[in-house]
């Protein structure tokens, strides 16, 4: 478990660095997020699209449980999305929020994504 554990820690890593390059070092060609298969190519398209709608995006861990092939974790930020964020006029205001997201790997890459974003949150402190 320790060692599925260093590998997200690892791939979350890539994620904060933008290192596309490597991204498919961590995740499965044909990777399917929230019941659609979107694979590597659109997983990297969506990631990309989150940095340039939030320029300051970090991935920060709060907590993660890894039960094999599964990691379950709690991600948190603190951000300041330049336009709207998942529909929202956030325009540049600092916000934070989480997102619960579970993974599944086949082998040694994420093959499917489970995310929830806590859009209540955001909702709160942008009224």
Do not use: H
């Amino acid at each position: 478990m320790g060692e599925l554990s260093e590998f997200y820690r690892g791939y979350i890593d890539c994620l904060n660095r933008q290192d596309w390059q490597r991204l498919g070092d961590f995740v499965d060609e044909d990777v399917i997020y929230n019941s659609e298969r979107i694979g590597l190519s659109g997983y990297r398209e969506m990631l990309v699209g989150d940095f340039r709608a939030i320029p300051d995006l970090r991935f920060t861990i709060d907590f993660m449980v890894v039960e094999m092939p599964k990691v379950a974790s709690r991600l948190v930020f603190d951000c300041a999305p330049v336009g709207e964020l998942f529909g929202m006029p956030v325009n540049g205001r600092r916000i934070r929020f989480s997102e619960n997201v579970f993974y599944e790997f086949s082998g040694a890459r994420i093959v499917q994504v489970w995310s929830i974003i806590d859009k209540a949150a955001i909702e709160a402190q942008l009224s």
